[in-house]
């Protein structure tokens, strides 16, 4: 099992398997060529060209300076969810996705973390103006209704969610075939929960 635990300055899982999502529904609607009315809420987060920074490599970099839990991109993924649902007609793209993703972010380590760093520092890690970052969050809170509460279960509903598709991706390599008979248990249950810790330890990277 050691080779599952990540050192602390390793990305964790939740960062890996929330840009892989985002990255891909970005890509389908690109594919789509889905518009975006320009009174949409949506567009104040469309840019007008795709970054040159990959979805992945925007989040992992503000997972390097952002300094906030991981448990922050559990519930900025809650709330993109969220703006998704309120606004079908509204799509991820590659234009927009990169400010959805900074300002759900910012969003979350507000709601989530007793001690986060200001608008002005989120802003020159995601590569944008104060002003912009500001006018982000306040549209982005308005188009979700400020509708920031997360309660356990819909948390742990969403961990559910990203742990299987992290799963998905990468499954984590059996354990030792040394002493499997004595976790074994007639229904198989042990095997489970160490294969679900397996995939807690990657997820959270703790």
Known sequence: MAELVEEAHAVPGVVSVLSAILARVAERNDA????????HLASAFRGLARPAISVRGYLERI??????SPACYVVAYIYLDRFARRHPAA???????HRFLITSVLTAVKFMDDICYN???FAKVGGISLMEMNHLEIDFLFSIGFELNVTPAIFSSYCSILQRELYL?????PPPSTNLH???TEDGSSSRQQKQ??????????
């Open 32 to 39: 789509a060529g889905r518009p975006v009315s320009p009174r």
């Open 63 to 68: 997972f390097r300076y952002a300094g906030c």
């Open 91 to 97: 799509s991820f793209d590659s234009l927009n996705v």
């Open 119 to 121: 608008n002005a520092y």
């Open 169 to 173: 991706q990468s499954p984590p390599p």
């Open 182 to 184: 004595c976790c074994l």
């Open 197 to 206: 810790g397996a995939v807690q330890l990657i997820f959270f990277g703790t």
